[in-house]
């Protein structure tokens, strides 16, 4: 277990900080929720676009709450305070040899990593739901991106990353096999054929502009970073 403790304290160490003052800001704009607001609401456009009722939008809005309730619960208020591992930014040994940009040290406890799972479940329910390789690229590498960010700001050892990625998509996934159920119990067999559609029949110029407020996100927060 040590060794392991050890192999996680280096691993962390390459990804922990830097002498980039726009990395520094760069991480602190890309971890806040706050940020993706432009991509939540593209999500569910597309959601409300390509479905027919109120009771198919409904049903994904579920799933998707769902999803959160299982990862970002579960980690918050049953593993967190049981397991009890310190955050690196809390961790006695490792505290005051990390990089903390800006005082953020967060709560006490860090295994294992809500954004890990809150943003893979979510990756991992969509990439399911839509079914566009594009898209699912897009989508994974956003949540990699918010992990990248936790490991940077010393706010999570590698291994609550891993877990928590791990975790996610075993939420995702079976969340997404719930929604499926109900969905063909309302609507016994789908398969699209089109090149406008994907094969559950979301629309690729919706897809697109899902992924062009993933981009033009990211760009923003790029920006931003340089001038603040």
Same mark, same amino acid.
């Given at each position: 277990?040590?060794?392991?403790?050890?192999? /996680?304290r280096e691993?962390?160490?390459?990804?922990?900080?830097?002498?980039?003052?726009?990395?520094?800001?760069? #991480?602190?704009?890309?971890?806040?929720?706050?940020?993706?607001?432009?991509?939540?609401?593209?999500?569910?456009?597309?959601?409300?676009?390509n &479905?027919? =009722?109120?009771?198919?939008?409904?049903?994904?809005?579920?799933?998707?709450?769902?999803?959160?309730?299982?990862?970002?619960?579960?980690?918050?208020?049953?593993?967190?305070?049981?397991?009890a591992?310190?955050r690196?930014?809390? /961790?006695?040994?490792?505290?005051?040899?990390?990089?903390i940009?800006?005082?953020?040290?967060?709560?006490q406890?860090?295994?294992?990593? #809500?954004?890990?799972?809150? =943003?893979?479940?979510? #990756?991992?329910?969509?990439?399911?739901?839509?079914?566009?390789?594009?898209?699912?690229?897009?989508?994974?590498?956003?949540?990699?991106? &918010?992990c990248?960010?936790?490991?940077?700001? !010393?706010?999570?050892?590698?291994?609550?990353?891993?877990? !928590?990625l791990?975790?996610?998509?075993?939420?995702?996934?079976?969340?997404?096999?719930?929604?499926?159920? #109900?969905?063909?119990r309302?609507?016994?067999?789908?398969?699209?054929?089109?090149?406008?559609?994907s094969?559950? !029949?979301? &629309?690729?110029?919706?897809?697109?502009?899902?992924?062009?407020?993933?981009?033009? =996100?990211?760009?923003?927060?790029i920006?931003?970073?340089?001038?603040?």
């Amino acid at each position: 277990m040590q060794t392991l403790i050890e192999i /996680d304290r280096e691993i962390l160490s390459f990804f922990n900080g830097s002498e980039s003052l726009f990395l520094d800001n760069l #991480a602190v704009i890309l971890t806040s929720g706050l940020t993706w607001i432009p991509l939540y609401l593209s999500l569910l456009y597309v959601v409300i676009k390509n &479905n027919e =009722t109120m009771k198919q939008i409904m049903l994904i809005v579920g799933s998707v709450i769902l999803c959160i309730i299982l990862s970002d619960g579960l980690t918050d208020f049953i593993v967190k305070p049981f397991v009890a591992r310190y955050r690196p930014s809390w /961790d006695p040994f490792v505290k005051y040899t990390i990089d903390i940009v800006n005082g953020m040290r967060d709560t006490q406890y860090g295994f294992f990593s #809500a954004h890990a799972s809150n =943003t893979f479940c979510i #990756a991992m329910f969509f990439s399911l739901l839509i079914r566009n390789r594009t898209f699912t690229v897009a989508i994974i590498l956003w949540s990699l991106v &918010n992990c990248w960010t936790r490991m940077y700001l !010393g706010l999570h050892y590698p291994g609550d990353i891993i877990v !928590g990625l791990t975790w996610g998509a075993i939420v995702g996934m079976i969340v997404y096999f719930l929604y499926i159920k #109900a969905y063909l119990r309302m609507h016994p067999g789908f398969n699209y054929i089109s090149t406008q559609y994907s094969s559950t !029949g979301y &629309n690729y110029v919706d897809i697109n502009i899902v992924v062009l407020v993933l981009v033009l =996100t990211l760009v923003y927060s790029i920006i931003r970073a340089l001038i603040f």
